[in-house]
């Protein structure tokens, strides 16, 4: 059971629309920011999104993050094929004094 | 560039101990926390531990699971990370992340290594 709460998976079709939620608490979401993590088949995790709503150099502009209260929540417009990957949330948990993740949703791209 | 690679994975026996390393390049390994995090096979992503930097200390923090049973170190000076894994148990089969950590206005895992994938097995 993971300390943040992502739906397992999602699906859509190529070129629409996709978000993915992530509801935590006031200790972990509610109190620190939020990063989101895609990781494709067999490889190792790739940071998307930081501080909330950042997006590293690199990272395309069709990948958003939102953050408000004690959930936070991954955008992806203009949907591929390629963005089919595992999608986890992530943050600091100041009552556990640990990094908390989502329990990960699988993106399907139909 | 940076670059962040995981060694010391293998098979060991339930109890056993293991020790992973993570040799780093391309930044300043003081200035950075480093966290490793795990994955068994076909599960999510957990967080294992923390070394911060130098000006927090070095400070360690533990998942409540490897708390006693996993340690996390580093040398600097050496740019290598590692990670001491003793009273191993079944369920720590898992690959072992070694990640480098940025702070922004949080912290937040910017490079990760490959893996390396850690099997306690009889």
């Known amino acids: 059971q993971s300390v943040l709460t992502q739906p397992p998976s999602v699906s859509a079709a190529p070129g629409q629309r996709v978000t993915i939620s992530c509801s935590g608490s006031?200790?972990?979401?509610?109190?620190?920011?939020v990063s989101w993590y895609q990781q494709l088949p067999g490889t190792a995790p790739k940071v998307l999104i930081y501080?909330?709503?950042k997006r590293p150099s690199g990272i395309p502009d069709r990948f958003s993050g939102s953050k408000s209260g004690t959930s936070a929540t991954l955008g992806i417009t203009g949907l591929q094929t390629g963005d089919e990957a595992d999608y986890y949330c992530?943050?600091?948990?100041?009552?556990?004094?640990?990094?908390?993740f989502g329990g990960g949703t699988t993106l399907t791209v139909l | 560039e940076v670059q962040v690679v995981e060694s010391g994975g293998g098979l060991v026996q339930p109890g056993g101990s293991l020790r992973l390393s993570c040799s780093v390049s391309?930044?300043?390994?003081?200035?950075?926390?480093m966290d490793w995090v795990r994955q068994a096979p076909g599960k999510g992503l957990e967080w294992v531990g923390r070394?911060?930097?130098?000006?927090?200390?070095?400070?360690?923090d533990y998942a409540a699971s490897v708390k006693g049973r996993f340690t996390v170190s580093r040398d600097d000076s050496k740019t290598l990370v590692h990670l001491q894994m003793n009273g191993l148990k079944t369920e720590d089969t898992a690959v072992y992340y070694c990640?480098?950590?940025?702070?922004?206005?949080?912290?937040?895992?910017?490079?990760w290594g490959q893996g390396t994938l850690v099997t306690v097995s009889s």
């Open positions: 990640i480098r950590v940025t702070a922004g206005a949080g912290h937040y895992f910017d490079n």
């Open positions: 391309g930044f300043t390994l003081s200035d950075h926390y």
């Open positions: 070394t911060r930097n130098k000006p927090k200390g070095y400070t360690t």
């Open positions: 006031s200790s972990n979401i509610g109190n620190d920011y």
């Open positions: 501080d909330n709503n």
């Open positions: 992530g943050t600091w948990d100041s009552s556990l004094s640990a990094v908390v």
